[in-house]
Antibody, heavy 121, light 110 residues
Framework: EVQLVESGGGLVQPGGSLRLSCAASGFIFSNYWMTWVRQAPGKGLEWVANIKQDGSERYYVDSVKGRFTISRDNAKNSLFLELNSLRAEDMAVYYC??????????????WGQGILVTVSS | QTVVTQEPSLTVSPGGTVTLTCASSTGAVTSGYYANWFQQKPGQAPRALIYYTNYRHSWTPARFSGSLLGGKAVLTLSGVQPEDEAEYYCLLYYGGAQGVFGGGTKLTVL
């Protein structure tokens, strides 16, 4: 059974940093692109970033470029998202998800349950 | 800045049929955008329904179908059930597995 479990969320002040983790199980993690998607309170989904199987390619939405870093540790079946210089508009539930068949024919299938990041002073 | 547009809200009667659309600011949506559709209920994570425009996941009920029509990606629900009341999001890919979500359609079954 594919499982994705996010952790590391919480309350952080504007300008602060946080590191989110996503523990994967039930599939061969190193075979898949992975992605982070976020959802601000009461708003829609926003694609944030994705990463190739070996970490050699990473893509970001413009609003987080230079502030967020996606990474992975295939030995530990884990995906990460480093959030720096956080702003109020970064407050959201962050989801990790699996992306089979990327980049030629991408699709997003399994999702984690999400983790809340609150940015407030 | 690419924008993907969906109807903000739709209402359908139980047993009826409803069509949700997904348009791209870059022009006609084609199969090369690998349109995905997701369902999200309050307090839950999104659940994948459709990929590659018209492929159902193994868990997706047959009443959900995807297609392209009039330059848009389309999600059709036939024989709508009360449990289909939810928010629906489309996701289009623009190369390098970089995606853009639509704003979502709130579907009410009434």
């Amino acid at each position: 059974e594919v499982q994705l479990v996010e952790s590391g969320g919480g309350l952080v002040q504007p300008g602060g940093s946080l590191r989110l983790s996503c523990a994967a199980s039930g599939f061969i993690f190193s075979n898949y692109w992975m992605t982070w998607v976020r959802q601000a309170p009461g708003k829609g989904l926003e694609w944030v970033a994705n990463i190739k199987q070996d970490g050699s390619e990473r893509y970001y939405v413009d609003s987080v470029k230079g502030r967020f870093t996606i990474s992975r540790d295939n030995a530990k079946n884990s995906l990460f998202l480093e959030l720096n210089s956080l702003r109020a508009e970064d407050m959201a539930v962050y989801y990790c998800a699996r992306v089979p068949d990327a980049p030629d024919a991408p699709r997003t299938d399994f999702w984690g349950q999400g983790i809340l990041v609150t940015v407030s002073s | 800045q690419t924008v993907v547009t969906q109807e903000p809200s739709l209402t359908v009667s139980p047993g009826g049929t409803v069509t949700l659309t997904c348009a791209s600011s870059t022009g006609a949506v084609t199969s090369g955008y690998y349109a995905n559709w997701f369902q999200q209920k309050p307090g839950q994570a999104p659940r994948a329904l459709i990929y590659y425009t018209n492929y159902r996941h193994s868990w997706t009920p047959a009443r959900f179908s995807g297609s392209l029509l009039g330059g848009k990606a389309v999600l059709t629900l036939s024989g709508v059930q009360p449990e289909d009341e939810a928010e629906y999001y489309c996701l289009l890919y623009y190369g390098g597995a970089q995606g853009v979500f639509g704003g979502g359609t709130k579907l009410t079954v009434l």
